[in-house]
């Protein structure tokens, strides 16, 4: 089946736009989490959505949002961008529950100039 | 809260040499541990896995025993190949089943030479 599939893959954005990445998970799976790496700071955990609903949320600034539609595709969006925001996005999906599996997509590569 | 620490590298081995990379954690209950692998301009892609204690994690000839008495889930391979070059990231997930998010340590840049 397929896997996680982000779009767009590459893209630049200045600093002061916004940008809006989107996840389609693994069919069945209801988690949908995201996590942004960088060199310097390595993989962090942003937020994770279930049904929905945001069950959980990392250290980030409110810049960084996200959304789950009914049927568990996801957008994360980052407002007024800055050059620290330059990063891999990287969307995960999994069925929700403990113990579970959690797939990751190829990434969104984001440069803010 | 959780914490992941395993060794960074890079790590450099010659092909079929023994591979060990060394990961410990800190966390509250009982979580689930992973090793995913990363290759350059990819995503991650999940190694194995363990989710209770004394499981053992296999795949590929990567093998990781889940040791709650030493809070350990060592990486090892018994003969490494130039393909296994990649980055490999250990991580734990709370029992939340995903809600608390993965935990990673700063991942081990591993270089094997033919």
């Known amino acids: 089946k397929a896997g996680v599939t982000q779009t767009p893959r590459y893209l630049i954005k200045t600093r002061g736009q916004q940008v809006t990445l989107s996840c389609s998970p693994i069919?069945?799976?209801?988690?949908v989490s995201w996590y942004q790496q960088t060199p310097g700071q390595g993989l962090q955990f942003l937020f994770e959505y279930f049904s929905e609903t945001q069950r959980n949320k990392g250290n980030f600034p409110g810049r960084f949002s996200g959304r789950q539609f009914s049927n568990s595709r996801s957008e994360m969006n980052v407002s007024t961008l800055e050059l620290g925001d330059s990063a891999l996005y990287l969307c995960a999906s999994s069925l929700g529950q403990g113990g579970n599996t959690i797939y990751f997509g190829e990434g969104s590569w984001l440069t803010v100039v | 809260g959780n914490s992941v620490t395993q060794m960074e590298g890079p790590v450099t081995l010659s092909e079929e040499a023994f591979l060990t990379i060394n990961c410990t954690y800190t966390?509250?209950?009982?979580?689930?541990l992973f090793w995913y692998v990363q290759y350059p301009g990819e995503g991650l892609q999940l190694l194995l896995k363990a989710t209770k204690a004394d499981d053992k994690g296999s795949n590929k000839g990567f093998e990781a025993t889940y040791r709650k008495e030493t809070t350990s889930f060592h990486l090892e391979k018994g003969s490494v190949q130039v393909s296994d070059s990649a980055v490999y990231f250990c991580a734990l997930s709370g029992s939340g089943g995903g809600a608390d998010g993965l935990t990673f340590g700063k991942g081990t840049h591993l270089i094997i030479q033919p």
């Open positions: 069919s069945g799976h209801r988690s």
């Open positions: 966390a509250t209950g009982y979580p689930s």
